[in-house]
């Protein structure tokens, strides 16, 4: 055993990063624009696309509190990742048909097309903000993490993380984010489950021992409330159901989500990925929480009652330098820098498309295949730099709090635009006033329960999206005239679809 990250840990882990450079810039395809780099040259694997969703949705911060969480307290958060029996069956029976026939070139186009111009541009600026304070934030905690554990200056962390992905996602596009990202993936999970039989092997007991402690610990489920009427207080019931529709909400208008689902137009290969994807999260969410139960028992059995405490994110990582053999050791850190990095590649990508097709080319309809790409990795180019400069500022002053809570509003903000998509595709008779409207109005009501009263965080997407169908609905009503509302919904909703398959089966008949 080790006591501190040695120096072929060191030289593993830069390896690990030049090779996925190396990777990200050998399958970047020479003189793609367009469309080709925004969305693939439609030869990208469905199970490539779907580790990348994966990859895409688990950041560092996850990697460490997932595995926190079940050491320090109980499986109660496990319950979470249950709702993508929610998220998934959700995004493939009523939104992939619409957004596959469409042939969006982002997700916010939907919102134009169903509703106005006006939408999309609030949606895409949303996003494009978020996603920013998003990327600086997931360098900055992350490399705080990783330098208490290694040694490494947190500064010398950003830049590795930043500047690796700007690189790749800049020159290569969707292609070489969806390549990389499918190897982040791979070493992510095989990372842990390589971490997880050392583990076992080090109990006394092996896994029926972790279980037994675990349940005489109170480690899994046990004085959680099931269910409580009052949908607003904490239960596993809101738990699951809240989870389950902020998962959804990021499947259907999340642009660096629905970006992979555009790389294809075959709704078959549409749902694979969904599954997949959900399949992986589950799984790995499972992994990632018997591990903090198992470093529970394993620091219960080698130190008795005086078992680390402290900032429990920090204990997979702290297990992972301390306890595992030289060079093992690098090679999970990379897997902390690969979640990082499959974030940061996705969020730089989604951002200059976004800005480009979202924004850029309403602006300039003409703007041509050559005009586009190169604005595309103009913007990368700068936002990389921008959220890298952004992370350090923030490891420098260590202010964090005021960043979480505008990374919460954000989330809030962004919950609600999954609250319009759903207005959208779900409802025949809502139109752009009635939208707009009801966006506001939700918002106020959003930041309001976020920040003035006492409410479950789990409660907040049904909040959300309840307001943002019924204020959407009624001021729509209330500002349109029927046959007007009717043709602006034509062949964008869910039931349209419905009655086009209809059709074409008859046909076929």
């Known amino acids: 055993m080790t006591g501190s990250f040695a120096m072929i840990d060191y030289i593993i882990l830069i390896g690990y990063l030049l090779f996925i450079l190396y990777i990200g810039m050998a399958v970047a395809k020479k003189g793609m624009k367009g469309k080709e780099f925004f969305k693939g040259d439609g030869k990208i694997p469905w199970w490539v696309t779907s580790v990348s969703l994966f990859a895409t949705m688990l950041s560092p911060i996850s990697f460490l509190s997932l595995a ?67 990327m600086s934030i997931i360098m900055y905690l992350p490399s705080i993490a990783l330098s208490a554990v290694t040694g490494i200056n947190a500064v010398f962390i950003i830049l590795f993380m930043g500047v690796i992905a700007t690189i790749y996602s800049s020159v290569g596009g969707i292609k070489s984010v969806l390549w990389t990202d499918f190897i982040q993936g791979v070493v992510l999970i095989g990372g842990g489950i390589f971490a997880l039989i050392v583990l076992i092997f080090s109990i006394e007991g092996g896994v029926p021992e972790v279980f037994n402690t675990g349940i005489e610990h109170n480690k899994f489920f046990s004085e959680e409330v099931f269910f409580d009427p009052n949908l607003v207080n904490d239960s596993l019931f809101i738990i699951f159901l809240g989870a389950g529709l902020s998962t959804a909400f990021s499947y259907i208008s999340s642009q660096d989500m629905v970006q992979r689902y555009l790389t294809t137009t075959d709704l078959k290969q549409m749902n694979k990925m969904t599954i997949g994807n ?13 591990i903090g139960t198992a470093l529970y028992v394993f620091y219960t059995q080698q130190m008795g009652s005086d078992i680390p405490s402290g900032n429990s994110d920090l204990i997979f990582a702290n297990f992972i330098v301390s306890e595992l053999p030289a060079g093992i050791s690098g090679l999970l850190i990379a897997g902390l ?17 976004s800005w480009t097709l979202d924004i850029q080319k ?29 992370a350090i500022v923030l490891a420098y002053s260590e202010v964090s709090s005021a960043y979480e809570w505008f990374n919460g509003l954000m989330g809030l903000v962004l919950g609600i635009v999954g609250g319009t998509f759903t207005l959208g595709v779900m409802t025949r008779k809502a139109n752009s006033k009635g939208a707009m409207i009801g966006f506001m109005m939700t918002s106020i009501i959003a930041i ?62």
């Open 278 to 290: 959900g399949v992986l999260s589950l799984g790995t969410a499972t992994l990632f929480f018997f």
């Open 362 to 390: 309403i602006i300039k309809p003409d703007l041509t295949d050559e005009s586009s790409t190169r604005i595309a990795k103009f913007v990368s180019t700068l936002v990389g730099i921008f959220s890298i400069i952004f």
């Open 337 to 353: 820098f690969a979640a990082g990095q499959s974030t940061l590649s996705t969020g730089l990508n989604s951002v200059a498309t």
């Open 68 to 134: 926190g969480n079940s050491y320090s307290d109980s499986w109660q958060l496990w319950v979470a990742q249950l709702g993508l029996f929610i998220s998934v069956p959700v995004a493939i029976i009523f939104f992939l048909p619409v957004y596959r026939n469409l042939n969006l070139d982002t997700a916010y186009e939907y919102l134009e097309r169903r509703f106005d111009k006006k939408m999309r541009l609030l949606a895409s600026i949303l996003f494009i903000i978020y996603q920013i304070g998003r």
């Open 448 to 509: 309001y329960v976020s920040y003035f009263t006492d409410i479950s965080l789990w409660a907040y997407s049904i909040i959300n999206l309840v307001n943002s169908l019924v204020f959407g609905y009624v001021f729509s009503l209330l500002f349109s005239s029927r046959s007007k509302a009717e043709d602006q919904s034509r062949e964008l909703t869910f039931y349209d679809q419905k009655s086009s398959y209809a059709d074409d089966n008859y046909d076929a008949q």
